[in-house]
Each structure stands twice: as structure tokens, then as C-alpha cells.
């Protein structure tokens, strides 16, 4: 096991911003609260990738939250992404239980304690929501993965990112609930669920990238038929998570051959021909 040293933390400019804010308005009570709590949080999902020696480069807080830099999202099974995305949310749990002892304690004022339940409980349930990229948008991910090929779980996932962030907007809206500071989350929201969008055919590519470099092979193992003319770009589209595939080609004069998923990417990154066919991978 890696040691669990603290990562290296990187806070956004326009957070101090905000902390003049809070001085000068009186909240900052409520600032502290909130650092604490986003902090402890990304503290879970850290703790819990090193245990797995991801890499990470840093814990970078902003004004919305916190995020963990790491390259290691979608090519790592599915169990270890499952067990780091959930760790940041199961911090909070661990955090009521803090509020609590320190409620039997009497240390903090009661104002102060019903302020850091609720923000507990807010961070919490809102971070659940199935929008990119809270946690609750990386589980979606993750649920899709195990039924879908990455490449159209990863757009699924953003679909119902967008939507639910269009129907959670109607809805504060209805509730009249409005207020700059849910204006500025939906825009930056938006923002995130752009770049990501730009980003599926590089996340896409890594994927497949991480597949060609690993030397393991998954448990759970598929063979499936296709014709000798298919495009191999085509049949990494096929492709799902946490499964070795063993591909069977029919060519035009009715023969059959096995092609391993092995010998379908070395062929495709090894030539670099983006037109090359299954046919093309018959080795012998």
C-alpha cells in the first residue's frame, strides 16, 4: 500500500476572491464551513485512489467544489473507479459523525452545528445528482460502462448530464429559488459539460490506448462475429470495460478464424492506418 500523505492542494485565485467576501459580509463562519467540508471530501476520493497507487497530480479547490487531477478515469476496472467515486461521498458520513460528537461535546455553537449539518446535507445530496462532473455524473458513467460500449455510455452520460441540469434549472426557477450564485453553478456546469463533450473522442482514444498497453486480461471474456471487411475503428466501437473479446471473421468465401482484441489494436497503433479492416489482422 502507498503511503497516504497529504496531495498537494492548488486553490483557485477566485476563491480567495470569495473569502474577502465573507470577511467583509460577515460569513465567514459559513465559508470555513463549506472549505471544510469540499476539502474532507476530495480528502475521501484521495485516500481512497492511493490506495489503488493511481497518480494523482493535485486536489484542485474552486468556488463550486473540488476536484482530484488524475489521468487514471476510464482506464482503471471499474471496481477501483466505483470504490474511489464513492469514497468522497461516504466522507460526509464520517462528518455527520464528527458533527455529532462535537454536538454531545457542546463545542460549537448550535447556530453553527445546524449551518454544517445543512451544508453537509446539501454538498452531499446535490453531489449525487447524475451531472457532469459531480460524483453523482461519474457513477452514471460507471453504470452505463457495465451495460454499454465506453464510447456510447460516455455520450449517454453526458445527455442526461445536460438534461438533468436543464430540468434542475426549471425547477429552481418554478420554486423560485434563483440566485446568482445557482446562476453562476449552472454556467459553469454547462461549461464543464462542453469540454467534455470536446473531449470524447480524446477520452475515447485513451481508452483504447490503455487496452493495447495493459498486459492483463479481464475476467469476463466475450466473442463476438464479425465480417472481414468491418473497419477495426468500427470494432473498438464495440468495445465495453472490464472485458477481453475474442473476435470471430467470416471472410467472403465462408472461412472462419479467431482474431484476438490483442492482435486488433497492435495492428491499428503499430501501422497507424485508420482505414485498416479485420480482414487485414489474420495472422498465419
Not at 452531499?124 to 445528482?129: A, M, W
Not at 457532469?132 to 452520460?157: A, E, N, V
Request: charged fraction near 20%.
Amino acid at each position: 500500500m502507498s503511503n497516504l500523505n497529504l496531495p498537494p492542494v492548488r486553490i483557485h485565485p477566485i476563491l480567495y476572491f470569495f473569502l474577502f467576501i465573507a470577511i467583509l459580509t460577515g460569513m465567514l463562519v459559513e465559508f470555513v464551513i463549506i472549505f471544510l467540508i469540499v476539502f474532507l471530501h476530495e480528502l475521501g476520493h484521495y485516500t481512497c485512489a492511493r490506495i489503488f497507487n493511481w497518480r494523482i497530480q493535485r486536489i484542485f479547490l474552486w468556488v463550486f467544489g473540488g476536484v482530484m487531477e488524475t489521468d487514471e478515469y476510464g482506464t482503471r476496472p471499474l471496481k477501483e473507479e466505483w470504490l474511489v467515486t464513492i469514497a468522497g461521498p461516504v466522507m460526509h458520513l464520517f462528518i455527520y459523525l464528527i458533527l455529532f460528537l462535537l454536538e454531545l461535546g457542546n463545542v460549537l455553537p448550535d447556530t453553527t452545528l445546524i449551518m454544517a449539518y445543512q451544508y453537509n446535507s446539501f454538498i452531499l445530496f446535490g453531489n449525487l445528482l447524475p451531472i457532469w462532473p459531480l460524483d453523482g455524473g461519474k457513477l452514471t458513467q460507471l453504470s452505463l460502462d457495465s451495460f454499454f460500449s465506453y464510447q456510447l455510455s460516455h455520450k449517454w452520460m453526458i445527455l442526461i448530464s445536460v438534461i438533468t441540469i436543464v430540468v434542475s434549472s426549471l425547477f429552481v426557477y418554478m420554486k423560485q429559488w434563483l440566485s446568482l450564485s445557482f446562476v453562476l453553478l449552472i454556467i459553469f456546469l454547462i461549461w464543464e459539460n462542453r469540454l467534455e463533450w470536446k473531449r470524447r473522442y480524446y477520452k475515447w482514444w485513451r481508452f483504447l490506448w490503455s487496452r493495447y498497453t495493459m498486459q492483463e486480461h479481464y475476467r469476463k471474456q466475450i466473442e463476438i462475429e464479425v465480417p472481414t471487411n468491418l473497419r477495426l475503428l468500427d470494432l473498438f466501437r464495440l468495445f465495453k470495460r472490464d472485458t477481453t473479446y475474442h473476435i470471430r471473421v467470416f471472410d467472403n468465401a465462408g472461412n472462419v478464424y479467431i482474431v484476438s482484441e490483442k492482435d486488433c489494436l497492435r495492428g491499428f497503433f503499430d501501422n497507424r492506418d485508420v482505414t485498416a479492416n479485420i480482414g487485414q489482422m489474420r495472422s498465419g
